[in-house]
């Protein structure tokens, strides 16, 4: 049950207690004493999401073990963390789960793995700015394989954002594979949010990039051009989203190669090069 379900709950008993005396006397002076506490659970039920945000923003939910388990044995860049940290970000994911609404394409149930990828994903993108989502992307889209869309009817792709809805979507494999092994394969939940990032933070300066930056990145990470437009499925792949999944998996390297676009980044994120 829902926080708000639970403050909603002791008015909703008192409000029935009342009109069932006043059904009992046949006196309508109990059915008007229930009235406050119908409208009190009424605005419980119309601010619920509200009341719920509020109360995981105290008391965050805890994740599942299975799940903890799969970033302590799967996930290099959590297992490098302090510990204080992994509970701060596990708090963070859990919180991030808590403001998305998840949808799958086919299936009733969203694999909670793959939210933990999502939402892992978009959490180190904002952990350094404090924040704990993005209001104006509330809606994620799973897909069993890579698909078109209005925007894209042509193209079968992994991933995209449409910011008119608030919406992200995936296709399930490709998110699975660059999550957990992002130097295999190209990390599509990192890109895209880091389009969702640039769009919820216009105002912070952001680097220039040219053509001339994706031999400098291939350098870096063996990623061609070719390749990310082929992981992706789309064209006219945005530079600052490559720059942020190279800054993210190789920050080592690229600090080494590309110091004045790491310190950049490391600006934008708020956040140091991880080690």
């Not at 009109?19 to 406050?36: C, K, N, T």
């Not at 950049?264 to 090069?273: A, N, Y």
Request: hydrophobic content about 45%; charged content about 20%.
């Amino acid at each position: 049950m829902s926080p708000a379900n639970r403050l909603s709950m002791p008015f909703i008993v008192i409000a029935m207690s009342f009109f069932g005396v006043s059904h009992f006397m046949d006196d309508g002076f109990y059915a008007r004493l229930a009235i406050p506490f119908v409208i009190i659970a009424a605005l419980c039920y119309i601010f619920a999401p509200q009341i719920n945000w509020q109360y995981h923003l105290k008391k965050p939910p805890v994740m599942d073990f299975g799940l903890r388990q799969l970033l302590e044995t799967k996930v290099g860049f959590y297992q490098k963390m302090h510990p204080y940290v992994r509970k701060k970000f596990r708090e963070r994911v859990m919180l991030f789960i808590e403001s998305v609404d998840f949808k799958v394409q086919v299936s009733d149930e969203f694999p909670s793995d793959m939210q933990i990828c999502i939402a892992s994903s978009a959490v180190r993108l904002l952990m350094g700015r404090g924040d704990y989502h993005f209001p104006k992307f509330e809606n994620v889209i799973l897909y069993p394989h890579p698909f078109p869309s209005p925007q894209f009817p042509e193209h079968w792709h992994t991933a995209e954002i449409y910011g008119e809805d608030g919406v992200v979507m995936f296709a399930a494999q490709p998110l699975l594979l660059g999550f957990l092994n992002p130097t295999q394969y190209y990390n599509v939940s990192l890109h895209e949010y880091a389009k969702v990032f640039q769009l919820s933070y216009p105002e912070l300066g952001y680097p220039e990039l040219d053509e001339s930056a994706w031999g400098r990145f291939q350098q870096i990470s063996g990623y061609s051009k070719e390749y990310i437009e082929k992981a992706i499925g789309l064209p006219e792949i945005p530079l600052f989203a490559v720059a942020t999944v190279h800054f993210f998996v190789y920050p080592e390297k690229l600090a080494a190669a590309w110091p004045e676009l790491s310190e950049q980044l490391s600006i934008i994120f708020q956040t140091e090069v991880e080690a």
